[in-house]
């Protein structure tokens, strides 16, 4: 999707896509558990590879919903390589947001008379404090029935990514969000993440935050802003956007991007 809305950040930027282990095109290795600190540590051979290919002292990383989660990680623990931290969909508080995008969803489908939904609803089960008793098997299923309600009207008019890309299969597509899924799913356990605690930052931090976004709460997105110490934040709020900002106001995005870089220069 980034090659078809935002094809022309390859005039501004070095504009690279990474597809982590196991997922995409990426090689699998079978062999590894995987876990957010090893994407954390993958990301960061990566960020090396791409400052010596490229001659730069630092770079720009941009993180998007569970990317996001691997992005605060990495900076926070790597500072020193990067120019400023991006954040878009930002999770925060993987159990919260779940627990606000059911309630959103619960809502909506009781203003729509959507009885369908709501049944099938009560057969998931979910609490903020214990997430889904059955893991990975709950959270696709939540988003099977959900997505009408969480996707704004903007993302849903988006053409299906599998039909843009002949080098991308189908299993290329749904292996990544499955794992990520699996990962996703085991963090909405009692709190275990609330970046809330990890608000503290050695390089500006910037938040692309879709109006609409109910995927990642928009509004903890923009309670953790608040919390964030930073040498320098700002906020940027999509106001026809809900998850996915850079593929619904795609020039917006760009703008956006363009202003970040020219207030964080590197070589």
Known sequence: MNRKYNQNLAND????SWDQRNCGKSQTDTTVV?????YVEDAHVVTQFLKKQYHR???FVVGHSWGSLIGVNLVQKYPQDYAAYIGMGQLVNPGKSEMLARNHVV?????RKDTATLAALAKIPFSEAGGYPNGLAGLSQFRMVSDKYLASSEVAELPNPMTL???YKALDWMTPVLRTYKLLSSYMDGGKTNLLKQNTFQLPVYLLVGKYDYTTSAELAQQYFTAIKAP???MFLFEHSGHQPSWEEPALFRTRLLQIAAANKTN
Do not use: E, M, R
């Open 34 to 38: 995987l876990t957010p600190g090893l």
């Open 13 to 16: 930027f070095i504009f690279v």
């Open 165 to 167: 890309y002949p080098d």
């Open 232 to 234: 320098k934040k700002k």
């Open 57 to 59: 002292n630092k770079i």
């Open 107 to 111: 809502q909506q489908a009781t203003l």
